[in-house]
């Protein structure tokens, strides 16, 4: 099967978020599809699934063009398509999503649930898969739920499988996983795509590259022949560095001291076990782990959005154990939270007024308790100029800015303030390249001021680039602790140590 | 009838012509009325009163309309909504409307109103209130109670502990210590202290549910005959009489004949003791149709049939010719004024 | 800072016009609800045996009745001043994530404070009996909010089950008090207290043309309220955090907020205006309290409150337009037989068709600018 994009070009308002794109896809072939968020891989593929109509360009499918009025005849043509965000209902088995929509039905309507069971278990035998039919989804790991979305697209004897940003939600070890089921799904003669804004990643998998930056296919590449670096100047347009230029390591005294530190899960399950940790001004020190392992408790904690169970905090030699989240803050604790659209911003919001989300009582925005507007839209639109925060007005709501500059957006708000220290939690999770880079150097930036930074990450990649010490956490504990000034750092042991195998 | 029964003749009368006269031409007279927070279709006294309205419409040939309140909120602005003319009489409907039919009086003195079941002290020359002697009937219903009942236990309760409910309860503990005080009896009244004015109450005019439960009540305590007095509460009364069959509860009905508004239940009534609003309405209409309208009192007795005792329909057989000849004596006595209903 | 992003944040203060669809959704989709609702109004009637002419007349009637003259005007801005005042206080907590179910409760404590202290202190002047009067309404009723807002804040007992349970406790409590010796009025059996003092009374505007007209100086509380509300919502650091915590708590708690005194402080203002909505109706409307003074007025509030959009100008315009119909609908019963239930009906209708914009839009097309799917990316 072959299916050819010719001449798409698809517009919101004044918007052109596909501009001409021609695009041919093959079986037998994984087909990598790059560029940075907003670039229009996502449109692309919307039209490919029916989701949009394109305004001008047409499908074809085996050299005949098709009409796609919606979803529904784009997967009776034989494309499927796995979302970034899973479409899973937690509380049903892996059979029940898999037949969602397309039950097997024998008469008056009986559900056949065993013939069910057992479609799901010749998939899994065809592409090795091992998926339970029978276990709940939401008693399953986030690698096995993206299997079951594979499964649900084979189960509609998909041709075509499109995967948007598959490898955003894995841990190394799953994406080294997935690519096996990939190859395993190319060779059987389907046809992939493979959405993703990851350079390594297409650069293994694919077996042909295509590049996008605002709306067009601006490059193709052979994987065999072309490097990370050429790639990334295409998706971005510009030259990209991918050394971090610091200071040299010059720690004052400790900022941060942290004694035993014990914090419970609501379930009074034990997330931080009694870890001690200091972090001195001038030094970025990263907390690296595969999630769960306790490392968002413990930002909780110093953020004092959590009780403490036990142990005590020491913020600059003062007792900050109990001290109030806005205490913190104004002691110069800025902290850019690990899920920016749920913690860190509010979408409904204008730019402007989340800018001064967390300092709008501070002397420089309100006085008896009224806020001098006009003073935090300027105060905005001057911070969002020195952040390279893309918009077209401050009053827009920040829910219709990009992931990147919403990123940018939240950075901005916890660095243009006086700070002392920093606490980042996956500051770059699900961000471009551009973006990265420019939140990358703010962090360097702050630390190469004098500020102390706490940096969590589960992209080993960013730790290792960022990091002048790195601790791993497990279940809880700080199990490693690697000084990158004195040896250099080596991903093997620190994922080892992630793995938990360090006694 | 009543003590405008010579202009009521007079009215009939050119009330017959104008229908005569014009019978095309729209009627030159008009009546409004405002109800309660119950509606115009209560089968209780809004619905009662706006009959006389009903009535005069078609002997009188006058115009009707009437205003429902949904809220008592809603009482001086219907009444409000009605004024500039449009209206010849505006009746308003319940003792709640007391103050907003004052308010609404004074500050316009040339519109009459008249009022269903409140009188003011003193008199407001432009409202004529139609107040009933409920307790007269009500004291005939007791004494009857008092003679037919066999567990020696009869009950009642009430809507609002408010006046124009009370009165029927004090009537019937009044009729049936007369009872025990004639007859050497000793039937017990539950559901109403005379002297320190509390009892049984539903708090609202409206749930059937309570009138099941409340007359439940009473039956449990012994009582076989009960007089419901919260309107449409009452029915609920009924469905159980009607459940536990007539022998073991009796059902004494109030402002109507419920015998003939309600025929699904009509076995279980003993009697009901009638308020005839629809007569005094009527009356009122005819006096300010005939401009022999005055501010005041009108008051409904036994006397002058404002108040009643309806027949005992299928229960005829269950009063004995004794119990009724003692019960027009008492009519008599009540009417000519020798036997006080006030205990 | 340089030039460059001197000039580039200078561009970024400029205000983009309010878009097409903002405005549609604003003006024209409830234009055209009323129009729908108007339309299956009529259907309900021809469906309940009214003839075509009879309609005409009753909906002649909902103008005349509420816009057609002055005790027509009177009576609809009557009608919408407890309105507004209660639902402004529905819009804060609905801005700030909360969902007072107990405005109805609030009402019936604040306007019962109102009367109390409005038939006591005999001889006090009008300036400082009738905001004391107010003042006592407003308290009463924040702090019967502030029940379910500390019990929300300190248990987490959800605000709809205990503000449901406060005002059933409220029509039982205000049935008490009114059957004091103190508050009863002297003479009566049934619940009704004693009536308010001149003093304490909110004076009417307009007795100088007409003494029916009952438009009375609460409508400027009312006008008051509303400003003070954008004010609060929109300039104060209050409002801010009212809003924050309502439209993302989580965000509002990594801000520092502290979302169980925010909690607290929302119920007992939202409280407090609806126990100003009740004074409004005691001192006001009344001048005494009966068990049914609040009328349903507290849960017609929350529909004015989603009308309006939460926002204090949308509640004043929703407030304003079930007042006309309140005052119109009483019309079209005088001057067409038509039952009072029509008039819920189309109100219901009005908010069945404003909460589904999308419905609006589908029924009228060509009301719209073509529908573009909103999209990133």
């Known amino acids: 099967m072959e299916v050819e994009l010719r001449n798409i070009t698809k517009r919101f308002g004044e918007v052109v978020a596909n501009d001409d794109v021609n695009l041919t896809i093959r079986a037998g072939e994984v087909l990598g599809l790059l560029g940075e968020n907003g670039a229009g891989k996502s449109t692309l593929m919307n039209v490919l699934s029916g989701l949009y109509t394109a305004d001008e360009g047409e499908i074809l499918i085996n050299g005949k063009p098709v009409d796609f009025k919606g979803p529904g005849d784009s997967i009776s043509a034989g494309i499927g398509m796995v979302h970034q965000h899973f479409m899973l209902i937690p509380v049903f088995t892996v059979a029940e999503n898999v037949i969602l929509g397309v039950e097997p039905t024998g008469k008056i309507d009986y559900l056949d649930l065993k013939k069910a069971r057992l479609q799901v278990r010749e998939i899994n035998q065809k592409y090795g898969l091992e998926v339970d039919p029978d276990e709940l989804i939401e008693n399953l790991p986030v690698g096995i739920q993206q299997r079951v979305e594979i499964i649900k697209v084979l189960f509609r004897s998909a041709d075509v499988i499109i995967f948007d940003e598959p490898t955003a939600v894995l841990t190394p070890q799953e994406v080294t996983e997935f690519f096996e089921i990939v190859k395993s799904l190319r060779d059987t003669g389907k046809a992939i795509v493979f959405i993703t804004h990851k350079l390594h990643e297409i650069l293994d998998i694919s077996d042909r590259i295509s590049v996008l930056r605002r709306g067009q296919i601006v490059g193709e590449g052979d994987p065999q022949t072309t490097t990370q670096t050429e790639l990334a100047e295409m998706m971005v347009g510009r030259p990209v560095s991918f050394n971090v230029d610091k200071e040299p390591y010059a720690p004052a005294d400790v900022l941060l001291d942290i004694e035993d530190l014990t914090v419970l899960r609501e379930n009074d399950d034990v997330a931080v076990d009694g870890i001690n940790l200091k972090v001195h001004s001038g030094e970025i020190v990263g907390v690296a782990g595969v999630q769960g392992n306790g490392q968002s408790s413990l930002i909780e904690a110093l953020t004092g959005l959590t009780r403490v169970a036990g142990g005590t905090v020491k913020f600059n030699g003062q007792n900050i154990t109990h001290a109030s989240t806005r205490a913190r803050h104004r002691m110069g604790i800025a902290h850019i939270p690990e899920d920016r659209q749920r913690m860190g911003m509010i979408a409904d919001f204008s730019i402007a007024e989340n800018m001064v989300l967390d300092t709008y009582y501070d002397d420089r925005f309100s006085k008896h308790r009224v806020i001098n507007w006009p003073k935090a839209y300027k105060n905005s639109a001057r911070v969002a100029a020195d952040y390279d925060v893309r918009m077209t007005s401050v009053h827009d709501a920040a829910g219709n800015l990009s992931g990147g500059n919403q990123q940018k957006m939240v950075v901005a708000r916890e660095l243009s303030r006086e700070t002392m220290f920093l606490i980042a939690a996956q500051p770059t999770r699900g961000l471009d390249v551009g973006s990265i880079e420019y939140i990358h150097s703010r962090i360097i930036n702050a630390r190469d001021e004098g500020d102390g930074v706490l940096f969590v990450s589960s992209e080993l990649d960013e730790i290792m680039a960022l990091s002048d010490r790195v601790v791993v956490m497990f279940e809880g504990r700080i199990v490693a602790e690697f000084d990158a000034t004195t040896h250099p750092l080596d991903k093997n042991t620190i994922g080892l140590a992630m793995a938990g195998a360090v006694a | 009838m009543l003590e405008l029964q010579k202009n009521k003749v007079l009215a009939l009368i050119s009330g017959v012509g104008i229908l005569l006269g014009s019978t095309v031409a729209a009627a030159d007279f008009t009546a409004c009325q405002v109800t309660d927070t119950g509606g115009i279709d209560d089968n209780s006294f809004n619905q009662t009163a706006w009959k006389g309205v009903l009535d005069a419409q078609e002997t009188l040939g006058i115009d009707g309309r009437f205003l429902e309140s949904q809220a008592e909120t809603d009482y001086e602005a219907n009444i409000v909504s009605l004024l500039g003319g449009q209206c010849d009489v505006i009746i308003t409907v319940g003792f709640l409307l007391g103050d907003a039919t004052q308010a609404a009086a004074e500050a316009n003195p040339d519109q009459k109103f008249s009022i269903v079941d409140y009188a003011y002290d003193p008199a407001i020359p432009n409202v004529l209130g139609q107040v009933y002697a409920t307790d007269e009937a009500a004291f005939m219903a007791g004494y009857l109670a008092a003679g037919v009942s066999e567990t020696g236990i009869v009950g009642t309760f009430g809507g609002i502990n408010i006046p124009p409910v009370t009165i029927f309860m004090d009537g019937f503990v009044h009729g049936v210590n007369y009872h025990n005080a004639e007859k050497g009896t000793n039937v017990a009244v539950l559901g109403w202290d005379v002297d320190s004015r509390e009892g049984l109450f539903t708090n609202n005019f409206d749930s059937l549910d309570d009138g099941r439960a409340y007359a439940q009540n009473l039956y449990d305590e012994g009582a076989d005959i009960v007089l419901p007095v919260a309107g449409p509460v009452g029915l609920g009364s009924a469905a159980l009489a009607d459940e536990l069959g007539v022998d073991k509860l009796k059902i004494i009905g109030v402002d109507a004949d419920l015998y003939l508004t309600d025929p699904a239940k009509q076995h279980v009534y003993l009697t009901s003791i009638t308020k005839r609003m629809d007569a005094t309405v009527l009356d009122v209409i005819e006096a300010a149709m005939s401009g022999t309208f005055e501010g005041g009192v009108l008051v409904g007795t036994l006397a002058n049939g404002g108040v009643d005792l309806a027949p005992f329909h299928d229960m005829e057989a269950m009063v004995s010719d004794e119990l009724k000849k003692e019960l027009d004596v008492i009519r008599q006595g009540i009417s000519d004024g020798s036997i006080s209903v006030g205990g | ?377």
């Open chain 3, 1 to 377: 800072m340089n030039e460059q992003t001197e000039s580039l944040s200078e561009k970024l203060l400029q205000r983009a016009a309010p878009g097409r669809v903002d405005f549609e959704d604003m003006v024209v989709v409830p234009v055209f609800a009323v129009i729908v609702a108007l339309i299956l109004g009529a259907v309900a009637m021809l469906a309940t045996n009214v003839d075509l002419a009879t309609i005409g007349r009753s909906y002649v009637a909902l103008v005349v009745g509420s816009v057609g003259s002055v005790n027509a005007i009177s009576e609809t801005l009557t009608a919408a001043t407890p309105l507004v005042l209660a639902s402004l206080g529905m819009a804060v907590g609905f801005r700030a994530g909360l969902f007072n179910i107990g405005a109805e409760g609030q009402l019936l404590i604040g306007g019962m404070a109102a009367v109390i202290v409005g038939f006591s202190f005999a001889g006090m002047p009008t300036y400082v009996h009738l905001p004391l009067a107010l003042i006592a309404g407003a308290v009463a009723g924040g702090l019967y909010a502030g029940i379910a807002g500390w019990l929300r804040a300190a248990t987490g007992a959800h605000e709809v089950i205990s503000t449901i349970m406060l005002n059933l406790m409220s029509y039982r409590l205000v049935d008490y008090i009114l059957r004091l010796p103190v508050v009863q009025r002297e003479g009566r059996a049934d619940p009704i207290s004693r009536s308010v003092l001149d003093s304490a009374e909110l004076p009417r505007l307009l007795e100088w043309i007409d003494p029916n007209l009952r438009l009375h100086s609460g409508l400027f509380v009312m006008l008051v309220a509303v400003f003070l509300v954008y004010w609060l919502l929109f300039k104060t650091t209050f409002g801010f955090e009212f809003r924050a915590s309502g439209a993302n708590p989580e965000a509002a708690r990594y801000a520092g907020m502290r979302s169980g005194l925010i909690i607290v402080i929302v119920m007992v203002f939202a409280g407090a205006m609806a126990g100003l909505a009740g004074a409004n109706q005691t001192l006001g409307v009344l001048g005494r309290a009966t068990p049914g003074f609040s009328a349903g007025i507290g849960f017609d509030a929350i529909a004015v409150a989603l009308l309006g959009r939460s926002h204090p100008v949308g509640v004043l315009m929703a407030g304003l337009l079930f007042g006309a119909l309140e005052a119109g609908g009483r019309q079209m019963q005088v001057d067409a037989g038509v039952s009072i239930d029509l008039i819920a009906i189309i109100q219901a209708l009005i908010i069945v068709f404003i909460a589904a914009p999308l419905l609006v839009r589908k029924i009228f097309p060509w009301g719209f600018q073509k529908e573009t799917r909103a999209g990133k990316e």
